[in-house]
Protein backbone atom coordinates (compact mmCIF):
# COMPACT_ATOMS: atom_id res chain seq x y z
CA UNK A 1 0.00 0.00 0.00
CA UNK A 2 3.25 2.53 0.81
CA UNK A 3 4.56 1.42 -2.64
CA UNK A 4 1.01 2.13 -4.53
CA UNK A 5 0.71 5.73 -2.31
CA UNK A 6 3.97 6.75 -2.95
CA UNK A 7 3.71 5.89 -6.85
CA UNK A 8 0.71 7.74 -7.21
CA UNK A 9 2.14 10.44 -6.04
CA UNK A 10 5.27 10.83 -7.96
CA UNK A 11 3.26 10.19 -11.24
CA UNK A 12 0.70 12.87 -10.29
CA UNK A 13 3.66 15.26 -9.57
CA UNK A 14 5.70 14.41 -12.90
CA UNK A 15 4.13 12.84 -15.34
CA UNK A 16 2.77 16.39 -16.59
CA UNK A 17 6.22 17.74 -16.95
CA UNK A 18 7.49 14.36 -18.77
CA UNK A 19 4.54 15.14 -21.04
CA UNK A 20 5.21 18.50 -21.35
CA UNK A 21 9.18 17.55 -22.49
CA UNK A 22 7.67 15.33 -24.89
CA UNK A 23 5.51 17.41 -26.71
CA UNK A 24 8.04 20.13 -27.04
CA UNK A 25 9.97 17.63 -29.01
CA UNK A 26 6.81 16.38 -31.26
CA UNK A 27 3.33 18.56 -30.87
CA UNK A 28 1.61 14.42 -30.25
CA UNK A 29 3.82 12.73 -28.22
CA UNK A 30 4.89 10.52 -30.94
CA UNK A 31 4.14 11.98 -34.40
CA UNK A 32 4.15 16.03 -35.54
CA UNK A 33 6.67 18.76 -34.95
CA UNK A 34 7.96 20.27 -31.82
CA UNK A 35 4.86 22.47 -30.07
CA UNK A 36 6.44 26.60 -29.81
CA UNK A 37 6.88 27.71 -26.28
CA UNK A 38 8.03 31.04 -25.40
CA UNK A 39 11.00 31.31 -23.53
CA UNK A 40 8.55 32.92 -20.45
CA UNK A 41 6.43 29.41 -20.93
CA UNK A 42 9.63 27.38 -19.83
CA UNK A 43 10.87 29.73 -16.79
CA UNK A 44 7.29 29.06 -15.42
CA UNK A 45 7.47 25.68 -16.32
CA UNK A 46 11.08 25.43 -14.58
CA UNK A 47 9.55 27.14 -11.30
CA UNK A 48 7.05 25.06 -11.12
CA UNK A 49 8.99 21.71 -12.04
CA UNK A 50 11.58 23.05 -9.21
CA UNK A 51 8.79 23.62 -6.40
CA UNK A 52 7.44 19.81 -7.31
CA UNK A 53 10.51 18.34 -7.21
CA UNK A 54 11.72 19.79 -3.82
CA UNK A 55 8.10 18.50 -2.60
CA UNK A 56 8.87 15.00 -3.20
CA UNK A 57 11.69 14.97 -0.91
CA UNK A 58 15.23 13.96 -0.25
CA UNK A 59 15.69 10.96 -3.54
CA UNK A 60 14.58 13.53 -6.20
CA UNK A 61 16.25 16.42 -4.49
CA UNK A 62 19.77 15.28 -4.51
CA UNK A 63 18.70 14.04 -8.37
CA UNK A 64 17.59 17.28 -9.39
CA UNK A 65 21.25 18.40 -7.83
CA UNK A 66 23.20 16.46 -10.02
CA UNK A 67 20.41 17.15 -12.78
CA UNK A 68 21.48 20.89 -12.57
CA UNK A 69 24.94 20.16 -14.52
CA UNK A 70 23.76 18.01 -16.93
CA UNK A 71 23.20 20.31 -19.98
CA UNK A 72 23.03 16.92 -22.05
CA UNK A 73 19.84 16.22 -20.27
CA UNK A 74 17.99 19.54 -19.60
CA UNK A 75 18.32 23.35 -21.27
CA UNK A 76 17.88 26.18 -19.58
CA UNK A 77 16.21 27.74 -17.82
CA UNK A 78 15.48 24.34 -16.29
CA UNK A 79 19.39 24.17 -15.25
CA UNK A 80 19.84 27.32 -13.69
CA UNK A 81 15.94 26.88 -11.65
CA UNK A 82 17.01 23.65 -10.30
CA UNK A 83 20.21 24.30 -9.72
CA UNK A 84 18.94 26.62 -6.73
CA UNK A 85 17.38 24.11 -5.32
CA UNK A 86 18.98 22.88 -2.18
CA UNK A 87 18.54 20.34 0.44
CA UNK A 88 14.86 22.05 1.65
CA UNK A 89 14.07 19.25 4.10
CA UNK A 90 12.90 20.55 7.46
CA UNK A 91 15.16 19.82 10.64
CA UNK A 92 14.68 16.04 11.87
CA UNK A 93 12.79 15.95 15.36
CA UNK A 94 15.73 15.60 18.02
CA UNK A 95 13.65 12.53 19.54
CA UNK A 96 14.42 10.56 16.37
CA UNK A 97 17.82 11.72 16.03
CA UNK A 98 18.58 10.25 19.63
CA UNK A 99 17.33 7.22 18.33
CA UNK A 100 19.56 6.34 15.66
CA UNK A 101 22.09 7.27 18.23
CA UNK A 102 20.98 4.62 21.04
CA UNK A 103 20.32 2.23 17.89
CA UNK A 104 23.86 2.75 16.49
CA UNK A 105 26.24 2.47 20.30
CA UNK A 106 23.30 1.19 22.18
CA UNK A 107 23.32 3.44 24.79
CA UNK A 108 21.52 7.33 25.26
CA UNK A 109 23.44 9.74 23.82
CA UNK A 110 24.32 11.28 27.54
CA UNK A 111 26.80 8.68 28.40
CA UNK A 112 28.27 8.35 24.82
CA UNK A 113 28.62 12.14 24.70
CA UNK A 114 29.75 14.76 27.13
CA UNK A 115 27.33 17.20 25.94
CA UNK A 116 25.33 17.05 22.61
CA UNK A 117 22.90 20.59 21.41
CA UNK A 118 19.39 19.29 20.38
CA UNK A 119 19.10 21.98 17.88
CA UNK A 120 20.44 20.73 14.65
CA UNK A 121 23.55 22.77 13.10
CA UNK A 122 22.43 22.03 9.71
CA UNK A 123 19.72 19.25 8.04
CA UNK A 124 20.06 17.82 4.60
CA UNK A 125 17.76 15.68 3.02
CA UNK A 126 19.90 12.40 4.43
CA UNK A 127 21.88 13.42 7.37
CA UNK A 128 21.60 16.13 10.29
CA UNK A 129 24.48 17.49 11.74
CA UNK A 130 24.62 17.97 15.87
CA UNK A 131 27.44 20.23 17.61
CA UNK A 132 28.51 17.74 20.33
CA UNK A 133 31.87 17.56 22.69
CA UNK A 134 34.06 14.77 23.52
CA UNK A 135 35.96 14.77 26.17
CA UNK A 136 37.95 18.34 25.65
CA UNK A 137 37.30 18.00 21.81
CA UNK A 138 34.81 19.98 19.97
CA UNK A 139 33.03 17.99 17.53
CA UNK A 140 30.27 17.45 15.01
CA UNK A 141 28.14 14.68 14.87
CA UNK A 142 26.57 14.02 11.39
CA UNK A 143 23.18 11.23 11.46
CA UNK A 144 21.43 9.63 9.43
CA UNK A 145 17.68 10.10 9.33
CA UNK A 146 15.77 7.68 10.48
CA UNK A 147 13.79 5.97 7.90
CA UNK A 148 15.66 7.63 4.92
CA UNK A 149 17.17 4.92 3.29
CA UNK A 150 13.81 3.16 3.38
CA UNK A 151 12.43 6.21 1.37
CA UNK A 152 15.49 6.14 -0.93
CA UNK A 153 14.91 2.59 -2.07
CA UNK A 154 11.49 3.21 -2.95
CA UNK A 155 12.04 6.12 -4.91
CA UNK A 156 14.46 4.98 -7.07
CA UNK A 157 12.49 1.02 -7.16
CA UNK A 158 10.02 3.65 -8.66
CA UNK A 159 12.04 5.62 -10.94
CA UNK A 160 13.22 2.55 -12.39
CA UNK A 161 10.08 1.50 -13.33
CA UNK A 162 9.33 5.02 -15.14
CA UNK A 163 12.35 4.92 -16.38
CA UNK A 164 11.71 1.54 -17.66
CA UNK A 165 8.95 2.62 -20.40
CA UNK A 166 10.48 5.96 -21.06
CA UNK A 167 13.54 3.71 -22.56
CA UNK A 168 10.15 1.90 -24.36
CA UNK A 169 8.03 4.05 -25.64
CA UNK A 170 11.04 7.09 -26.12
CA UNK A 171 14.23 5.63 -26.89
CA UNK A 172 16.63 8.69 -27.42
CA UNK A 173 19.86 9.69 -25.95
CA UNK A 174 18.14 12.25 -23.85
CA UNK A 175 16.22 9.36 -22.04
CA UNK A 176 19.46 7.23 -21.81
CA UNK A 177 21.70 9.79 -20.35
CA UNK A 178 18.90 10.04 -17.61
CA UNK A 179 18.41 6.45 -17.29
CA UNK A 180 22.43 6.45 -16.82
CA UNK A 181 22.49 9.40 -14.18
CA UNK A 182 19.78 7.61 -11.76
CA UNK A 183 21.57 4.28 -12.25
CA UNK A 184 25.08 5.77 -11.21
CA UNK A 185 22.86 7.43 -8.45
CA UNK A 186 21.70 4.56 -6.99
CA UNK A 187 25.26 3.17 -5.83
CA UNK A 188 26.52 6.61 -4.89
CA UNK A 189 23.83 7.25 -2.98
CA UNK A 190 24.18 4.14 -0.58
CA UNK A 191 27.43 4.38 -0.27
CA UNK A 192 26.62 7.88 0.87
CA UNK A 193 24.50 6.82 3.45
CA UNK A 194 27.19 4.42 4.69
CA UNK A 195 29.24 6.83 7.24
CA UNK A 196 32.03 4.48 7.33
CA UNK A 197 32.53 4.63 3.72
CA UNK A 198 33.18 8.55 4.18
CA UNK A 199 35.57 7.97 6.65
CA UNK A 200 37.57 6.03 4.72
CA UNK A 201 37.11 8.39 2.14
CA UNK A 202 38.63 11.52 4.27
CA UNK A 203 41.40 9.67 5.89
CA UNK A 204 42.38 8.75 1.85
CA UNK A 205 42.39 12.15 1.50
CA UNK A 206 44.09 13.54 4.56
CA UNK A 207 46.97 10.31 3.19
CA UNK A 208 47.03 11.98 -0.57
CA UNK A 209 47.55 16.20 0.41
CA UNK A 210 48.87 15.27 3.58
CA UNK A 211 52.17 17.64 2.24
CA UNK A 212 49.82 20.56 1.48
CA UNK A 213 49.85 23.25 3.32
CA UNK A 214 46.57 24.98 2.66
CA UNK A 215 44.36 22.23 2.46
CA UNK A 216 42.72 19.97 4.94
CA UNK A 217 39.97 17.85 6.16
CA UNK A 218 38.40 17.40 9.39
CA UNK A 219 39.43 14.99 11.58
CA UNK A 220 37.81 11.78 11.98
CA UNK A 221 37.14 9.89 15.84
CA UNK A 222 37.06 6.44 13.99
CA UNK A 223 35.73 4.89 17.82
CA UNK A 224 32.89 6.72 17.37
CA UNK A 225 32.22 6.87 14.13
CA UNK A 226 29.06 3.92 12.56
CA UNK A 227 27.10 3.38 10.07
CA UNK A 228 24.71 5.75 10.69
CA UNK A 229 26.94 7.72 12.93
CA UNK A 230 30.22 10.02 11.91
CA UNK A 231 31.66 12.17 14.66
CA UNK A 232 34.34 14.66 13.37
CA UNK A 233 35.67 17.50 15.19
CA UNK A 234 34.52 20.63 15.02
CA UNK A 235 36.26 23.61 11.69
CA UNK A 236 35.56 27.14 13.36
CA UNK A 237 36.03 28.39 9.64
CA UNK A 238 33.63 31.12 6.84
CA UNK A 239 31.72 29.17 4.14
CA UNK A 240 33.62 30.46 1.03
CA UNK A 241 31.12 32.58 -0.12
CA UNK A 242 31.01 34.66 2.27
CA UNK A 243 34.56 36.25 2.64
CA UNK A 244 33.65 39.69 1.40
CA UNK A 245 34.84 41.48 4.48
CA UNK A 246 38.28 39.33 5.06
CA UNK A 247 38.80 40.58 1.43
CA UNK A 248 38.14 43.58 1.87
CA UNK A 249 40.56 43.62 5.23
CA UNK A 250 43.19 42.29 3.53
CA UNK A 251 43.03 39.07 6.54
CA UNK A 252 42.86 37.35 3.17
CA UNK A 253 43.96 37.18 -0.22
CA UNK A 254 41.49 36.42 -3.47
CA UNK A 255 43.84 35.33 -5.72
CA UNK A 256 45.50 33.19 -3.34
CA UNK A 257 42.10 31.33 -1.88
CA UNK A 258 40.74 30.84 -5.66
CA UNK A 259 44.17 29.42 -6.83
CA UNK A 260 44.15 26.91 -3.86
CA UNK A 261 40.45 26.17 -4.29
CA UNK A 262 41.23 25.68 -8.32
CA UNK A 263 44.21 23.66 -7.60
CA UNK A 264 43.28 21.18 -5.34
CA UNK A 265 40.33 20.43 -7.63
CA UNK A 266 42.36 20.21 -10.79
CA UNK A 267 44.62 18.20 -8.62
CA UNK A 268 42.04 15.75 -7.77
CA UNK A 269 40.49 15.35 -11.27
CA UNK A 270 43.34 15.03 -13.50
CA UNK A 271 46.48 13.96 -10.74
CA UNK A 272 44.58 11.84 -8.28
CA UNK A 273 41.75 10.75 -9.52
CA UNK A 274 39.91 11.12 -6.54
CA UNK A 275 37.19 14.01 -7.25
CA UNK A 276 35.49 15.38 -4.37
CA UNK A 277 31.47 14.82 -6.11
CA UNK A 278 29.25 17.02 -3.93
CA UNK A 279 30.86 20.66 -4.67
CA UNK A 280 29.07 23.66 -3.38
CA UNK A 281 29.81 26.47 -0.97
CA UNK A 282 28.66 24.92 1.99
CA UNK A 283 31.16 22.17 1.65
CA UNK A 284 34.18 24.86 1.42
CA UNK A 285 35.42 26.34 4.59
CA UNK A 286 38.22 29.15 4.52
CA UNK A 287 39.65 29.74 7.86
CA UNK A 288 41.99 32.60 9.19
CA UNK A 289 44.66 31.46 7.91
CA UNK A 290 43.32 31.31 4.80
CA UNK A 291 43.52 27.00 4.94
CA UNK A 292 40.90 25.47 2.94
CA UNK A 293 38.77 22.99 4.68
CA UNK A 294 36.74 20.37 2.51
CA UNK A 295 33.37 19.34 3.49
CA UNK A 296 31.27 16.44 2.98
CA UNK A 297 32.89 13.36 1.46
CA UNK A 298 29.98 11.07 1.04
CA UNK A 299 30.36 11.25 -2.51
CA UNK A 300 33.29 10.61 -4.05
CA UNK A 301 34.11 9.56 -7.95
CA UNK A 302 37.24 7.85 -8.94
CA UNK A 303 38.50 8.69 -12.56
CA UNK A 304 41.04 6.34 -13.77
CA UNK A 305 44.04 6.74 -15.69
CA UNK A 306 42.72 5.91 -18.34
CA UNK A 307 40.15 8.17 -18.78
CA UNK A 308 42.23 10.85 -17.25
CA UNK A 309 44.99 10.02 -20.45
CA UNK A 310 42.31 10.08 -22.63
CA UNK A 311 40.28 13.65 -21.25
CA UNK A 312 44.00 15.33 -21.96
CA UNK A 313 44.18 13.77 -25.49
CA UNK A 314 40.86 15.43 -26.43
CA UNK A 315 41.98 18.65 -24.95
CA UNK A 316 45.31 18.70 -27.70
CA UNK A 317 43.12 17.31 -30.13
CA UNK A 318 41.27 20.72 -29.49
CA UNK A 319 44.12 22.74 -29.39
CA UNK A 320 45.41 21.34 -32.54
CA UNK A 321 41.84 21.15 -34.36
CA UNK A 322 42.16 17.59 -34.89
CA UNK A 323 38.54 16.51 -35.54
CA UNK A 324 39.18 12.76 -36.12
CA UNK A 325 41.15 12.88 -32.69
CA UNK A 326 38.27 14.49 -30.98
CA UNK A 327 35.65 11.76 -31.97
CA UNK A 328 37.91 9.31 -31.30
CA UNK A 329 38.31 10.56 -27.58
CA UNK A 330 34.48 11.11 -27.30
CA UNK A 331 33.80 7.34 -28.21
CA UNK A 332 36.03 6.46 -25.61
CA UNK A 333 34.97 8.57 -22.57
CA UNK A 334 31.75 7.20 -23.62
CA UNK A 335 30.39 10.56 -24.84
CA UNK A 336 28.77 8.83 -27.73
CA UNK A 337 26.46 5.26 -27.99
CA UNK A 338 28.33 3.04 -29.88
CA UNK A 339 25.38 2.92 -32.47
CA UNK A 340 25.82 6.57 -33.64
CA UNK A 341 27.92 6.89 -36.57
CA UNK A 342 31.04 8.96 -37.30
CA UNK A 343 29.47 10.84 -39.62
CA UNK A 344 26.15 11.72 -37.31
CA UNK A 345 28.80 13.19 -34.60
CA UNK A 346 31.22 15.14 -36.99
CA UNK A 347 28.91 18.14 -36.77
CA UNK A 348 28.79 18.37 -32.69
CA UNK A 349 32.36 17.97 -33.27
CA UNK A 350 33.11 20.79 -35.94
CA UNK A 351 30.69 22.84 -33.53
CA UNK A 352 32.33 22.27 -30.39
CA UNK A 353 35.48 23.44 -32.06
CA UNK A 354 34.44 26.40 -32.97
CA UNK A 355 32.76 27.27 -29.71
CA UNK A 356 36.56 26.90 -28.49
CA UNK A 357 37.71 28.82 -31.13
CA UNK A 358 35.43 31.92 -30.50
CA UNK A 359 36.38 31.12 -26.28
CA UNK A 360 40.12 32.56 -27.05
CA UNK A 361 41.14 35.77 -25.69
CA UNK A 362 37.14 36.65 -24.88
CA UNK A 363 36.01 38.80 -22.16
CA UNK A 364 33.88 37.11 -19.42
CA UNK A 365 30.36 38.13 -20.62
CA UNK A 366 31.33 36.31 -24.08
CA UNK A 367 32.79 33.42 -22.15
CA UNK A 368 29.24 33.01 -20.56
CA UNK A 369 27.77 32.78 -23.70
CA UNK A 370 29.87 30.26 -24.92
CA UNK A 371 29.17 28.18 -22.43
CA UNK A 372 25.83 28.13 -22.54
CA UNK A 373 26.39 27.10 -26.83
CA UNK A 374 27.89 24.74 -25.60
CA UNK A 375 25.56 23.36 -22.94
CA UNK A 376 23.21 23.72 -26.37
CA UNK A 377 25.48 21.33 -28.25
CA UNK A 378 25.23 18.62 -25.94
CA UNK A 379 22.09 19.13 -25.13
CA UNK A 380 20.83 18.93 -29.47
CA UNK A 381 23.48 16.14 -30.71
CA UNK A 382 23.54 12.48 -28.92
CA UNK A 383 26.38 13.30 -26.87
CA UNK A 384 26.09 12.33 -22.90
CA UNK A 385 28.32 13.29 -20.77
CA UNK A 386 30.59 10.84 -18.33
CA UNK A 387 29.59 10.98 -15.37
CA UNK A 388 33.85 12.20 -13.85
CA UNK A 389 33.45 15.24 -16.47
CA UNK A 390 30.11 16.52 -14.66
CA UNK A 391 31.43 16.61 -11.32
CA UNK A 392 34.33 18.31 -12.67
CA UNK A 393 31.97 20.71 -14.97
CA UNK A 394 30.19 21.10 -11.82
CA UNK A 395 33.48 21.71 -9.57
CA UNK A 396 34.44 24.45 -12.99
CA UNK A 397 30.84 26.09 -12.75
CA UNK A 398 31.70 26.42 -8.44
CA UNK A 399 34.63 28.15 -8.55
CA UNK A 400 33.44 30.79 -11.67
CA UNK A 401 30.54 31.23 -9.73
CA UNK A 402 32.69 32.19 -6.68
CA UNK A 403 35.35 34.07 -8.39
CA UNK A 404 32.54 36.77 -10.21
CA UNK A 405 30.64 36.95 -6.84
CA UNK A 406 34.12 38.81 -5.78
CA UNK A 407 35.28 40.23 -9.17
CA UNK A 408 32.91 41.07 -11.67
CA UNK A 409 35.92 40.91 -14.44
CA UNK A 410 36.70 37.58 -12.89
CA UNK A 411 37.71 35.31 -15.85
CA UNK A 412 37.51 31.73 -15.23
CA UNK A 413 38.69 30.39 -18.08
CA UNK A 414 42.22 32.34 -18.12
CA UNK A 415 42.31 31.70 -14.29
CA UNK A 416 42.26 27.55 -15.00
CA UNK A 417 44.64 28.04 -17.65
CA UNK A 418 47.20 29.91 -15.14
CA UNK A 419 46.50 27.22 -12.42
CA UNK A 420 46.85 24.72 -15.16
CA UNK A 421 50.49 25.72 -15.99
CA UNK A 422 51.37 25.28 -12.08
CA UNK A 423 50.54 21.72 -12.39
CA UNK A 424 51.40 20.90 -16.07
CA UNK A 425 54.37 18.32 -14.96
CA UNK A 426 52.09 16.56 -12.71
CA UNK A 427 49.40 16.04 -15.01
CA UNK A 428 51.96 15.01 -17.61
CA UNK A 429 53.63 12.86 -15.47
CA UNK A 430 50.47 11.04 -14.18
CA UNK A 431 49.02 10.63 -17.59
CA UNK A 432 52.23 9.56 -19.38
CA UNK A 433 52.71 12.59 -21.27
CA UNK A 434 56.29 13.19 -20.08
CA UNK A 435 58.98 12.81 -22.80
CA UNK A 436 60.72 9.16 -21.44
CA UNK A 437 57.16 7.89 -21.30
CA UNK A 438 55.98 9.08 -24.65
CA UNK A 439 59.19 7.73 -26.26
CA UNK A 440 58.54 4.35 -24.48
CA UNK A 441 54.99 4.47 -25.66
CA UNK A 442 56.42 5.23 -29.28
CA UNK A 443 58.47 2.30 -28.89
CA UNK A 444 55.90 -0.07 -28.00
CA UNK A 445 53.80 0.73 -30.27
CA UNK A 446 56.14 0.52 -33.42
CA UNK A 447 57.00 -2.62 -31.82
CA UNK A 448 53.23 -3.78 -31.66
CA UNK A 449 52.84 -2.42 -35.31
CA UNK A 450 55.44 -4.30 -36.54
CA UNK A 451 54.30 -7.39 -35.19
CA UNK A 452 51.17 -7.14 -36.51
CA UNK A 453 52.05 -6.22 -39.95
CA UNK A 454 54.23 -9.54 -40.08
CA UNK A 455 51.24 -12.00 -38.72
CA UNK A 456 48.97 -10.30 -41.33
CA UNK A 457 51.72 -11.04 -44.37
CA UNK A 458 52.60 -14.48 -42.54
CA UNK A 459 48.44 -14.81 -42.94
CA UNK A 460 48.16 -13.42 -46.20
CA UNK A 461 50.84 -15.96 -47.42
CA UNK A 462 49.62 -19.39 -46.06
CA UNK A 463 45.72 -18.36 -47.29
CA UNK A 464 44.98 -18.07 -43.32
CA UNK A 465 43.46 -13.94 -43.91
CA UNK A 466 39.74 -14.15 -43.21
CA UNK A 467 37.92 -10.82 -42.54
CA UNK A 468 35.06 -10.75 -39.76
CA UNK A 469 32.28 -8.61 -38.54
CA UNK A 470 32.11 -7.53 -35.80
CA UNK A 471 29.10 -9.31 -33.25
CA UNK A 472 27.75 -5.74 -32.91
CA UNK A 473 26.83 -5.58 -36.80
CA UNK A 474 25.51 -8.65 -36.13
CA UNK A 475 23.17 -8.36 -33.55
CA UNK A 476 21.66 -5.33 -35.55
CA UNK A 477 20.72 -7.06 -38.28
CA UNK A 478 19.31 -10.07 -36.36
CA UNK A 479 17.82 -7.68 -34.57
CA UNK A 480 15.82 -5.59 -37.72
CA UNK A 481 15.24 -9.03 -39.29
CA UNK A 482 13.34 -10.15 -35.98
CA UNK A 483 11.40 -6.85 -35.77
CA UNK A 484 10.28 -7.08 -39.77
CA UNK A 485 9.45 -10.73 -39.26
CA UNK A 486 6.94 -9.50 -36.02
CA UNK A 487 5.44 -6.85 -38.66
CA UNK A 488 5.39 -9.51 -41.07
CA UNK A 489 3.26 -11.79 -38.30
CA UNK A 490 1.30 -9.07 -37.81
CA UNK A 491 0.25 -7.73 -41.41
CA UNK A 492 -0.63 -11.93 -41.73
CA UNK A 493 -2.71 -11.87 -38.42
CA UNK A 494 -4.63 -8.88 -39.48
CA UNK A 495 -5.40 -10.37 -43.14
CA UNK A 496 -5.91 -13.82 -41.27
CA UNK A 497 -8.90 -11.73 -39.01
CA UNK A 498 -10.59 -10.08 -41.94
CA UNK A 499 -10.56 -13.21 -43.53
CA UNK A 500 -11.85 -15.49 -40.57
CA UNK A 501 -14.52 -12.52 -40.06
CA UNK A 502 -15.79 -12.69 -43.71
CA UNK A 503 -16.46 -16.70 -43.62
CA UNK A 504 -18.33 -16.32 -40.25
CA UNK A 505 -20.63 -13.38 -41.49
CA UNK A 506 -21.24 -15.74 -44.73
CA UNK A 507 -22.35 -18.74 -42.40
CA UNK A 508 -24.53 -17.00 -39.42
CA UNK A 509 -25.40 -13.55 -40.92
CA UNK A 510 -23.92 -11.54 -37.76
CA UNK A 511 -23.36 -7.77 -38.97
CA UNK A 512 -21.62 -7.07 -35.44
CA UNK A 513 -19.45 -10.03 -36.07
CA UNK A 514 -18.32 -8.57 -39.08
CA UNK A 515 -17.82 -5.42 -38.23
CA UNK A 516 -16.30 -6.39 -35.14
CA UNK A 517 -13.63 -8.37 -36.89
CA UNK A 518 -13.23 -5.93 -40.23
CA UNK A 519 -12.36 -2.76 -37.26
CA UNK A 520 -9.97 -5.08 -35.77
CA UNK A 521 -8.04 -5.86 -38.76
CA UNK A 522 -7.56 -2.11 -39.41
CA UNK A 523 -6.05 -0.96 -36.28
CA UNK A 524 -3.92 -4.37 -36.68
CA UNK A 525 -3.06 -2.65 -40.16
CA UNK A 526 -2.94 0.51 -38.91
CA UNK A 527 -0.22 -0.60 -36.76
CA UNK A 528 1.59 -2.46 -39.15
CA UNK A 529 2.21 1.02 -40.96
CA UNK A 530 2.47 3.33 -38.19
CA UNK A 531 3.94 1.54 -34.68
CA UNK A 532 7.38 2.77 -34.55
CA UNK A 533 9.47 -0.34 -34.81
CA UNK A 534 11.09 -0.12 -31.44
CA UNK A 535 7.84 -0.85 -29.65
CA UNK A 536 7.94 -4.18 -31.50
CA UNK A 537 11.29 -5.28 -29.48
CA UNK A 538 10.91 -7.44 -26.68
CA UNK A 539 10.30 -5.33 -23.17
CA UNK A 540 13.02 -7.51 -21.41
CA UNK A 541 15.08 -6.49 -23.11
CA UNK A 542 15.28 -2.66 -21.96
CA UNK A 543 14.48 -3.95 -18.19
CA UNK A 544 17.92 -5.04 -18.01
CA UNK A 545 20.74 -2.82 -16.59
CA UNK A 546 18.01 -0.20 -15.42
CA UNK A 547 15.97 -1.94 -12.47
CA UNK A 548 17.22 -1.15 -8.79
CA UNK A 549 19.36 -3.39 -7.15
CA UNK A 550 18.87 -4.84 -3.69
CA UNK A 551 17.27 -1.56 -1.61
CA UNK A 552 18.01 -3.21 1.77
CA UNK A 553 21.42 -2.97 3.19
Not at 334 to 342: D, F, K, L, N, T
Request: aromatic share 8%.
Amino acid sequence: MRRLNRSIRVFVALVPFVIAFLRDRRRFILIGRGARRSPRHHQRRAERLTRRIAQLGPTFIKLAQIFSSRADIFPEPYLTEIGTLQDQVPPQDAEAILGVILEEYGRPVDEVFDDFSREPLAAASLGQVHRARLGDEEVVVKVLRPGVEEVVALDLDISFRVLFWLNLLFPNHHVRALTAVVREFSHKVRQEMDFRREAENIHHVQETYRDLERIRTPRVFDSHTRRRVLVMEYCRGTKIDRLQEAFDEGRLSFRDTMRTVTGVYLRMMMVDGFLHADPHPGNLLVEDDGTVVLLDWGMVVEVPRWTRETILNVALAVAREDLDGIINGMYQLGMISPEVSRGEIREAAIEIMRIVDRAQGTGRERVQELVQEMFDTFYTWPLILPQELVYFFRAAVLLEGIGFRYDEAFNGLHFIRDVVADFRSDILRTTGREPSALARNVIDEAQNTLRSIRDLVGRAEREELRVRVHPRDIQQQERFLHLQARRILLSIFATATAVISSILFISIRSWWLLAGGLIASLFLFVLVFFLPTHLLENPLRHARGIRPGDPHR
